[in-house]
């Protein structure tokens, strides 16, 4: 965005509240020695001035930040939606607060969760050149109004604050050095915090972690320490621990001690809620002997646990630190794939099982990394979604399916419809629908051709806002396809409230079809059901003829998979629908036999890897 240097700062600022000199210089004192974290920024988001406190506690100096767009403290796309949000509701209402994390200098790493208030300044003339932004260190959920003063101590919980926390460890440190000893750096996260606070309110948010934080004292010795060190976060430092693998048997015990005392509902107004959490826990001085990469540690070994579900704690080891460093490697190249034409869409030719022919595609999106080659979606798509990327990834996927319907029409071949993986988080978006309508605009393809494919858990997450974005999505004249069916948990009764005009059976009841008895008994039932909701049935993964063979005698209408050919290049596709490519007339026609290999050269999974 707009980095250019500005002349019109905070003069400029003084200037229209109609100030003079002595009100300037006022203004540079207050706001440097403010305990608050304070800039100035322009209506084009461009940072002007920041202060001290500002600079130390997003830990970048004046230099990095003024005069950059304030986009550079979320650099990263997971924070996007709500840096929409924000600047959404200044336009609109003119003041928001909330908390948040922004990236620390490396950007490796987020700051603690700092509590941000931003206010429109309205001069005389009404209209808004600044927005004047104030951050502080974590504060009690749910007041946002009341300002904070680090005394060490957080004012809802009584327990240390980060910072006080980070200086014990420091001193337990060298306490250890001198004597030997192990430490032990627990970090808890809660389960569902927001969840509980958004639908219970802040009152009874800030019950829960009192809670949790009394709970959480009890399970340690008086040696040991507990801190709040973020909005649902906690630190535990155990000091009295044994050597060695002693650390990890006492560290352990302590995470399930804490898993008991939580496991007890807690009361909240009338409410019984359930706590769970996820635990990280990192050794001194076996993983580290300085206290911010033990911190670092914790949380990494915390991420970990999170992954693995609910109620999880997990060990710090090397290796996680090594994952963690490949994953964020690949993260920032992703962002770098889709500026660089990395990025390709590959297709696989969907066939109809009566006539043999080529009814359709599903585009299936490919990464040619530069040195590593391709790599496979299943390898960056998770890292997409976790990260927010995967919105501007889908983004580009619907426009250039879009535009390879158009291209395809305009050279006159057979008109096949195209199928794209919408992930969750896209479904989510409020903007989804203005995207799709764009695309069908740009191109002036008929929307029938173009098919959404969503999954069940997609749906499932909230199927009441379901309901609608399928129905909008179905209003523009667009196909929906439920995918992956059979492996998420909704039952066939409930497809009946979505327009789903196909349905994907997953590819996991193929596999083992011809000699699984039960995945035949289950095709079976999905497939007559779907018909009798008058969904056409497309089968995936079909590898040979004996699999074939069972689909067809179950009336499955189309098929994709190695069979008949692996995604290809759009080029490629091309040449198969100029060729009228079919399956072969052997395999339209029931066969009796499974050879149990995927047959000949013709439905090996060619170019794959090209
Ligand atoms: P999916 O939607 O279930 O896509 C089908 C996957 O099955 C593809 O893997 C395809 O190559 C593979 N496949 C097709 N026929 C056979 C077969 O006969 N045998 C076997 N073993 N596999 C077969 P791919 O291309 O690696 O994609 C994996 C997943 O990545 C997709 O699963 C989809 O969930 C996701 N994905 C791919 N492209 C996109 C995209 O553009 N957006 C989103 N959100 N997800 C995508
Ligand atoms: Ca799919
Ligand atoms: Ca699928």
């Known amino acids: 965005m707009n980095s250019r240097k500005q002349t019109d700062g905070i003069d400029n600022l003084a200037e229209f509240l109609d100030g003079r000199s002595f009100e300037v210089t006022l203004l540079k004192v207050l706001l440097e020695n403010s305990r608050e974290g304070v800039a100035l920024i322009d209506w084009r988001g461009n940072i002007r001035r920041i202060n001290r406190a500002f600079s130390r506690m997003v830990q970048q100096p004046h230099e990095t930040l003024e005069g950059k767009n304030v986009l550079r403290l979320f650099p990263h ?12 509701t200044l336009w609109q209402d003119g003041y928001w607060s909330g908390s948040m994390r922004p990236w620390l200098n490396n950007q490796e790493k987020k ?37 904070i003063i680090d005394t060490g101590r957080d004012p809802l919980t009584n327990l240390a604050s980060r910072s006080l926390f980070v200086d014990r460890l420091e001193q337990a440190i060298s306490g250890a050095k001198r004597h030997n000893r192990s430490l032990g750096v627990l970090i808890l996260d809660l389960d569902r ?17 009192k809670i949790v934080a009394l709970r959480l004292t009890h399970c340690l010795r008086t040696s ?14 155990l000091t009295d621990i044994d050597e060695g693998t002693g650390a990890v048997r006492n560290s352990g015990f302590v995470a399930r001690k804490i898993y008991d005392a939580l496991a007890k509902p807690a009361l909240l107004g009338t409410q019984e809620v359930e706590l769970s959490a996820a635990i990280g826990i990192t050794l001194f001085p076996q993983d580290a002997q300085q206290a911010d990469i033990l911190m670092k540690n914790a949380e990494t070994a ?24 490949k994953r964020f490697a690949l993260e920032s190249q992703l962002r770098h794939a889709m500026d660089h034409d990395e990025l390709r869409l590959f297709y696989q030719p969907q066939v109809d099982l009566q006539t043999g022919r080529v009814m359709g595609a599903e585009a299936l999106i490919r990464w040619f990394h530069p040195e590593r080659g391709m790599i496979s979606p299943a390898d960056f798509i998770p890292i997409a ?36 993986n919408l ?61 992956d069916f059979g492996t998420g948990y909704s039952s066939l009764s409930q497809l009946r409230h979505f327009p789903f005009k196909t349905l994907k059976i997953d590819r996991s009841f193929v596999r083992f079809i011809t000699e699984n008895a039960g995945d035949k008994a289950i095709v079976n039932a999905i497939i007559a059901m779907a018909h009798s909701l008058d969904q056409n049935v497309i089968v995936e993964g079909l590898e040979t003829e004996g699999q074939l063979a069972i689909l067809r005698a179950l009336n499955c209408n189309q098929m994709q998979g190695f069979l008949f050919s692996a995604p290809v290049p759009p080029d490629e596709l091309t040449q198969m629908l100029r060729d009228g490519k079919c399956l072969p007339a052997t395999m339209a026609s029931p066969v009796a036999e499974d050879t149990g290999h995927p047959v000949g050269k013709e439905s090996s999974p060619r170019r794959q890897d090209a």
């Open 193 to 209: 915090f927001k969840l509980v606070n958004d639908s219970l309110g802040p009152v009874l948010g800030d019950e829960m972690l």
């Open 111 to 147: 700051s603690q969760e700092l509590f941000l208030k931003i206010s429109a300044i309205l001069p005389a003339n009404g209209r808004v050149r600044f927005f004047l932004c104030q951050l502080s260190e974590t504060q009690a959920v749910g007041q946002p109004s009341a300002a």
């Open 302 to 325: 915390l991420d970990h646990a999170r992954r693995r579900g609910r109620n999880n704690y997990q060990f710090f080891s090397s290796e996680m630190a090594e994952t963690a460093r």
């Open 224 to 237: 040991d320490s507990v801190a709040r060190i973020g909005a649902d976060e906690f630190g535990m430092l």
């Open 385 to 420: 979604e976790e990260t927010g990327l995967i919105v501007p990834i889908g983004e580009w996927v619907i426009r250039t399916a879009c535009r390879q319907i158009a291209d395809w029409k305009a050279m006159g071949l057979p008109s096949i419809r195209v199928g794209v």
């Open 77 to 88: 796309g997971e924070d996007r939606a709500l840096v929409e949000e924000i600047v959404e």
């Open 423 to 483: 992930s969750a988080l896209q479904f989510q978006r409020q903007n989804l629908i203005g995207i799709i309508q764009d695309a069908l605009r740009e191109t002036g393809i008929d929307p029938s051709t173009l098919d959404l494919e969503i999954t069940e858990s997609a749906i499932m997450d909230d199927v009441a806002k379901a309901v609608k974005t399928l129905a909008r999505i179905s209003e523009l004249g667009v196909h929906l396809s439920i995918d």
